[in-house]
């Protein structure tokens, strides 16, 4: 699979995580068929082409964690948009018992 095909997929999924929820990049990468690639998620996720399009905000780590190198302007700023949809961050982490969108 080629990259930019990679990347479309992911942004695919990242588009159907609703307002008020998350999903983790080890989610996207399983299901995309790839779940060892969670790393090339967040490289695609760095790359957005469309953010007003792909809430790529929405997408945190296997523990809930946000991540410094948001490509938006980092953590602080994924928090923000985080908790304007609702989603309360606690030392940057989000309960994914409580917000966790499941992909399948």
């Not at 990259?3 to 695919?12: A, L, P």
């Not at 967040?42 to 957005?48: D, I, M, P, Q, R």
């Not at 490509?71 to 409580?98: I, T």
Request: charged letters at 30%; a positive charge; aromatic letters at 10%.
């Amino acid at each position: 699979m080629d990259d930019s095909n990679f990347y479309q997929r992911v942004y695919e999924y990242v588009k159907l995580v609703p307002l008020g929820k998350v999903t983790t990049y080890g989610q996207i990468a399983a299901a995309i068929g790839r779940p060892k690639a969670s790393r090339v998620v967040g490289y695609a996720l760095h790359k957005n082409p469309n953010p007003q399009e792909i809430p790529c905000h929405r997408v945190v780590n296997r523990e809930g964690k946000l991540t410094e190198s948001f490509a938006f302007g980092g953590a602080k700023e994924q928090k923000r948009r985080l908790e304007a949809e609702g989603v309360e961050v606690k030392k940057n982490r989000v309960d994914l018992d409580r917000y966790l969108f499941h992909l399948w």
